[in-house]
């Protein structure tokens, strides 16, 4: 690949802005400082180096946020702080979220670059579940767990897709869902007449937080866990 592309994948500036690190020396490869940003590199094999350092090409990066309340679910905005923002620097470029967390929502939130991933973990197709933990206004009910189980009405088209629910002993409502409808979670519990307190995903298909990141934190997924969810 083009040496001007090595460094956009790697999130080292724009096209421009790694063309004028390149002319003012910035870039060294196999040990030589190189002049020329459109010289053809080996991203397995060449030694590259940006400012003395060494830079190692990914083509796919996969990321665990525990995402914390307040924060907004976007790749960027002007006016508020974005789940990216809490992952500085970017360690490749053309990062995003696999889905959304409303701005009052918590937990799990894949980031990644892999737009073919990341477009079938979110597709019903695949049946990828995610689990929510609710905290609600009123106590859930018997009657409501059924229902939950069998589909309810949100005002859609058709009825939610039979989702697993279950009671915690703390009175907490599990609930887990393939779909990805707006406000799901939060509509559902209006069709049965219950209200959403807290809001909090412990979990997205087979990836969980058991391991960690914090309320806040970020971390790479490990090689099993990639596997895990590597939907091809």
């Known amino acids: 690949m083009r040496l001007d592309k090595f460094l956009c994948d790697c999130n080292i500036g724009t096209r421009s802005q790694v063309k004028d690190f390149?002319?003012?020396?910035?870039?060294?490869?196999?040990?030589?400082?190189?002049?020329?940003?459109?010289?053809?590199?080996n991203e397995s094999s060449d030694l590259?180096?940006?400012?003395?350092?060494?830079?190692?090409?990914?083509?796919?990066v996969y990321i665990i946020l525990n995402k914390p309340t307040g924060i907004i679910t976007a790749t960027e905005d002007k006016k508020t702080n974005t789940v990216m923002d809490l992952i500085k620097p970017l360690p490749v470029k053309d990062m995003f979220p696999v889905g959304r967390l409303d701005k009052d929502t918590t937990?799990?939130?894949?980031?990644?670059?892999d737009g073919d991933l990341g477009h079938k973990l979110l597709s019903p197709k695949y049946h990828v579940d995610k689990t929510y933990i609710v905290t609600t206004k009123a106590p859930v009910t018997e009657a409501d767990i059924e229902a939950l189980c069998?589909?309810?009405?949100?005002?859609?088209?058709?009825?939610?897709?039979?989702?697993?629910?279950?009671?915690?002993e703390d009175g907490r409502l599990e609930l887990v869902i393939h779909e990805g409808r707006y406000h799901?979670?939060?509509?559902?519990?209006?069709?049965?007449?219950n209200e959403v307190i807290a809001l909090h995903r412990s979990s997205f298909g087979p990836l969980n937080l058991d391991n960690g990141p914090e309320s806040g934190s970020w971390r790479e997924l490990t090689e099993d866990e990639i596997s895990k969810i590597n939907i091809r």
């Open 22 to 41: 390149v002319k003012k020396g910035f870039v060294q490869i196999n040990g030589n400082t190189v002049k020329k940003s459109d010289l053809t590199v």
């Open 48 to 60: 590259i180096y940006f400012k003395g350092e060494k830079l190692t090409y990914r083509k796919y």
């Open 107 to 113: 937990g799990f939130l894949l980031i990644t670059n």
């Open 150 to 168: 069998t589909g309810v009405d949100i005002g859609d088209d058709k009825p939610t897709l039979p989702a697993k629910a279950k009671l915690l």
């Open 184 to 193: 799901q979670v939060k509509r559902m519990l209006e069709a049965i007449n």
